[in-house]
């Protein structure tokens, strides 16, 4: 097939966290106006998703025909169509395939369990303890990450109960790491 397009270009690039959005006129700047409506969301309240999305002020584009949609999709791209008796986008997806929403959760849950733990840290630090390399003080730092995945759970980004922490055995954990105090 044709490689030449931009989301060929994209994908060979290693472009996979990159979301394209075809649309019929590049001045009407539809990606933006999908970015702008999925970003503004608060990630601790909602869990908005990429696909099925009207987009303010952007009309309905038209592809030729529906093989060209076809062609967009198998190649990792999103379309902005009537659906459903409205205007959407579809399907949410990044060049990779994956779900944009699923990587933006994920980003979100990886950042901000590192902030929770980086919290517990600093707090010890600055009452001049440190977390002891132990059963405990393992428990204590994934109750920080646990935290952060229940509030994922409750906002509807994770399935209520579907999280589970597994902490580490002492002896499984190397002396290197043991030693460079590695969690």
Do not use: C
């Not at 933006?32 to 409506?37: G, I, L, N, R």
């Not at 990044?94 to 707090?123: E, H, P, T, Y």
């Amino acid at each position: 097939g044709d490689t030449s397009d931009v989301l060929s270009q994209l994908a060979a690039l290693s472009y996979g966290r990159t979301a394209l959005l075809w649309y019929q006129s590049d001045a009407v700047f539809a990606d933006f106006a999908w970015m702008a409506e999925r970003l503004h969301w608060d990630l601790d309240v909602q869990s908005p998703s990429w696909y099925d999305v009207t987009l303010s002020g952007v009309v309905v584009s038209t592809l030729p025909d529906t093989t060209a949609k076809t062609v967009v999709l198998s190649k990792g791209g999103n379309v902005y169509l009537p659906q459903y008796g409205t205007n959407t986008t579809d399907p949410g997806k990044m060049v990779n395939g994956q779900w944009i929403d699923a990587q933006v959760i994920g980003d979100f849950l990886r950042s901000r369990s590192a902030d929770a733990i980086a919290a517990i840290k600093l707090a010890a630090a600055n009452r001049g303890t440190r977390i002891p390399y132990t059963k405990a003080g393992f428990e204590t730092l994934v109750a920080g990450a646990r935290s952060v995945f229940r509030l994922a759970e409750r906002v509807g980004h994770l399935v209520e109960g579907s999280t589970v922490f597994t902490v580490p055995d002492l002896a499984s954990i190397s002396n290197t790491d043991r030693t460079n105090r590695r969690f």
